[in-house]
């Protein structure tokens, strides 16, 4: 798969993660998707807060804030059941809660083995 129709799919599939949230009582806004090269360097640059290696430069992830009953909920675990319907959509599907340092809010698609 191209990087170019892995970024297609990412997008629909951010859509059904949408739609599942709504239709599980939760509600979103949109943190960061795409982070632009110009404000925080090119893959494998370290510029501004993002990571060097972020897929968020390559359209491939997504940070979505999460509020339940109108309240905006901070932990990784808030996430799970939206993480845990979100990698059964795709195989290369990743989310942020089973990190290392885990980051709830985090969608992605792996690429080159970044995630
Ligand atoms: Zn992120």
Redesign the pocket.
């Known amino acids: 798969m191209t990087l170019g129709q892995k970024q297609r799919m990412f997008t629909r599939l951010v859509g059904l993660l949408i739609e599942y949230a709504y239709q599980n009582g939760y509600e979103l806004t949109f ?2 998707a795409y982070r632009d090269p110009r404000v925080h360097g090119d893959v494998g640059v370290k510029k501004s807060y993002s990571s060097a290696v ?1 897929v ?1 430069k390559q359209r491939l ?3 979505l804030n999460l509020f339940k009953d109108g309240v905006y909920q901070t932990s990784s675990e808030a996430h799970r059941q939206l993480g845990e319907f979100w990698k059964d959509l795709h195989p290369d599907c990743r989310w ?1 809660g089973d990190f290392k340092s885990p ?1 709830g ?4 698609m792996t690429h080159g083995g970044r995630a």
């Open positions: 943190g960061d972020s968020h992830a997504i940070d942020g980051d809010n985090h969608y992605s």
